[in-house]
T-cell receptor, first 113, second 112 residues
Framework: DGGITQSPKYLFRKEGQNVTLSCEQNLNHDAMYWYRQDPGQGLRLIYYSQIVNDFQKGDIAEGYSVSREKKESFPLTVTSAQKNPTAFYLC????????????FGPGTRLTVL | QKEVEQNSGPLSVPEGAIASLNCTYSDRGSQSFFWYRQYSGKSPELIMFIYSNGDKEDGRFTAQLNKASQYVSLLIRDSQPSDSATYLCAVIEGRGYQKVTFGTGTKLQVIP
């Protein structure tokens, strides 16, 4: 089955800790994205990557880091510099062509204790 | 700041009725428009996309685009309780550029 997987589904972090969220896709998509969703708000773009070894900051990149060493994988690290990390994190992927729609993984819910 | 505006709702419709969801956008150069459905606690699921002015139908769903007026709408015919969810409007700014701006969503409640 083709799709996007994210792990873990739930994650708890103590203040001051870095945590890494996993995102893997087997859709052969070129581009991958990380979004954050807070209650009552739309999705906000954190980082995106068009190709391997290249990525761009989105609207709210501060306190986050990413890597894109493989086409299939785009992990997100939430660092201790992110002051309010409790949120629902969504990974998406798409072909990098005109008009191609983004498909989402199931999400990771991060809670800071 | 490019914006995508949606009424947050909730929009309540009786089962079997037509639900009409609206979205306006600020960037006149926007090219691609998407509707996602998001159930509570779940990730968004793409249900419709439209690129050209006019209507596009897929089963019980119809997307309508009016670029001159900068709005896109989603009609759901014969609404079912399973349609109860938040519907997100998403807009891509231009060709070959995949940065998407999402609206905050409209919550739809279909009353049995």
């Amino acid at each position: 089955d083709g799709g996007i997987t994210q792990s873990p589904k739930y994650l708890f972090r103590k203040e001051g800790q870095n945590v890494t969220l996993s995102c893997e896709q087997n859709l052969n998509h070129d581009a991958m994205y990380w979004y954050r969703q807070d209650p009552g708000q739309g999705l906000r773009l954190i980082y995106y990557s068009q190709i391997v070894n290249d990525f761009q900051k989105g609207d709210i990149a501060e306190g986050y880091s990413v890597s894109r060493e493989k086409k299939e994988s785009f992990p997100l690290t939430v660092t201790s510099a992110q002051k309010n990390p409790t949120a629902f994190y969504l990974c998406a992927s798409s072909f990098w062509q005109d008009y191609n729609e983004q498909f989402f993984g199931p999400g990771t819910r991060l809670t800071v204790l | 700041q490019k914006e995508v505006e949606q009424n947050s709702g909730p929009l309540s419709v009786p089962e079997g009725a037509i639900a009409s969801l609206n979205c306006t956008y600020s960037d006149r150069g926007s090219q691609s428009f998407f509707w996602y459905r998001q159930y509570s606690g779940k990730s968004p699921e793409l249900i419709m996309f439209i690129y050209s002015n006019g209507d596009k139908e897929d089963g019980r769903f119809t997307a309508q685009l009016n670029k001159a007026s900068q709005y896109v709408s989603l009609l759901i015919r014969d609404s079912q309780p399973s349609d109860s969810a938040t519907y997100l409007c998403a807009v891509i700014e231009g060709r070959g550029y995949q940065k998407v701006t999402f609206g905050t969503g409209t919550k739809l409640q279909v009353i049995p």
